[in-house]
């Protein structure tokens, strides 16, 4: 699936699909010297949409169980991590794994034109001592059932919370917590207590397990008294 020029650099990668995704998977690499050693792996029996797969040198893991319908553009570098789970729909998404653990998890909804910005891809050099101060290690969580808005662009070291949505064109650059609508330059908090369904009817069955979480309190920790009356008195 890679050009012959770069077929001997990636000669530790792995893909594992079926036979009926194979076709909506494209295999590409960027003129850069380097090895490439990488496993993908794409679960569901049927992928509908496309993934276009950018190697740069590095190594690291992919895996996709949702069968779509997804339109992914995916760009490894260095050491890295991606793995979207099961329900996911993406109109189209760039996704740069760079240095990098990207987790997505179940029954989202995307818009188009979304980038996952994982790191920074250059070097920022402190002049006083010419130490690189971004070399560290990134990664982004997003949780299960969010909606992410048209042209939004997510950046490192950020956590999306269950059920959140993410409004159109916003530039995340902080956590949010679950159940809320982020939006802006940068994002922040819109508002609290809210999550979304993908029929403007309401939520199916299926989604009701997202929303029926979070109205539910704590369970009380039976102990906790219990911690409370041994505890020693203080003086």
Known sequence: ????????????????????????????????????????????????????????????????????????????????????????????????????????GKDGLWSDEILVQSNDQHGIVDLTDMSILNRHRRKIHIADHVWIGRRTVIMPDVSIGTGAILGTAAVLTSDMPAHTVFGGVPARQLRDNVSWSRSPAGPSAGEMQYLQSHDEPPEPDPTQGIAQHLAPRGR
């Open 1 to 104: 699936m890679l050009p012959p020029a770069f077929r001997e650099s990636a000669a530790g990668c792995v893909l594992l699909c079926t036979q009926a995704s194979l076709d909506s998977i494209t295999i590409l690499s960027p003129p850069v010297k380097g090895l490439r050693n990488y496993r993908i792996e794409v679960t569901a029996p049927r992928l509908a949409g496309s993934l276009k797969i950018s190697l740069g040198p590095g190594s690291g893991t992919i895996r996709i169980d949702t069968a779509g319908p997804v339109r992914m553009d995916i760009r490894t570098w260095r050491k890295m991590s991606l793995h979207v789970e099961a329900g996911t729909t993406i109109s189209s998404a760039r996704l740069v794994c760079d240095n990098a653990d990207i987790t997505v």
